[in-house]
T-cell receptor, first 114, second 111 residues
Framework: DARVTQTPRDKVTEMGQEVTMRCQPI?????VFWYRQTMMQGLELLAY????????DSGMPKDRFSAEMPDATLATLKIQPSEPRDSAVYFC????????????FGSGTQLSVL | SQQGEEDPQALSIQEGENATMNCSYK?????LQWYRQNSGRGLVHLIL?????REKHSGRLRVTLDTSKKSSSLLITASRAADTASYFC???????????FGTGTRLTVIP
């Protein structure tokens, strides 16, 4: 079965450290989304790519977060420096693009910043 | 915020009963989708209803959409213990392909 792969599954780090989360979208999908899930805020859209180009990253704190797609098979989300309030589950999702697309989610990265 | 809101936040029912969850949203939409999330895992797409549709069925799932009231409902009939999960609505706004999720309903089906 085709699936979205996220690594690492879990990450524990200390405040101030750089964190990099990776996502391999499903082959042939041309849209990639990054979401953050917390109990308080629910699922927040952080960034959205189509054909590797960032279309919307308005939900992402620009001073410390960055999202890129170095190639069609890899999307990255970096936090530098990390803070305890960044602790959350980060999900990547991919889709075929266009209107009325459904998204396929990865299993997420559980990030804990101490 | 473009997030939808779901009601109730939590729902507990006996196996075999029907479960109804509601979603309200704020903007004009192309479609509304429902996803399911088992604890600690990624979301799984269940069903999509377009803005020009009023009702859609898929197995034991029935979704309705009322664009005049900006609301949708998800009905799960003859619930099973395996239906225990969180259910989220998500809306794709017109003029954009972003997908914004609601706050979710936590469903517990008691065997």
């Amino acid at each position: 079965d085709a699936r979205v792969t996220q690594t690492p599954r879990d990450k524990v780090t200390e405040m101030g450290q750089e964190v990099t989360m990776r996502c391999q979208p499903i082959l042939g999908h041309n849209t990639v989304f990054w979401y953050r899930q917390t109990m308080m805020q629910g699922l927040e859209l952080l960034a959205y790519f189509r054909n590797r180009a960032p279309l919307d990253d308005s939900g992402m704190p620009k001073d410390r977060f960055s999202a890129e797609m170095p190639d069609a098979t890899l999307a990255t989300l970096k936090i530098q420096p990390s803070e305890p309030r960044d602790s959350a589950v980060y999900f990547c999702a991919s889709g075929l693009g266009g209107t009325n697309e459904k998204l396929f989610f990865g299993s997420g990265t559980q990030l804990s910043v101490l | 915020s473009q997030q939808g809101e779901e009601d109730p936040q939590a729902l507990s029912i006996q196996e075999g009963e029907n479960a109804t969850m509601n979603c309200s949203y704020k903007t004009s939409i192309n479609n509304l989708q429902w996803y399911r999330q088992n604890s600690g895992r990624g979301l799984v797409h269940l069903i999509l209803i377009r803005s020009n549709e009023r009702e859609k069925h898929s197995g034991r799932l029935r979704v309705t959409l009322d664009t005049s009231k900006k609301s949708s409902s998800l009905l799960i009939t003859a619930s099973r213990a395996a239906d225990t999960a969180s259910y989220f609505c998500a809306t794709e706004g017109t003029g954009a392909n972003n997908l914004f999720f609601g706050t979710g309903t936590r469903l517990t089906v008691i065997p």
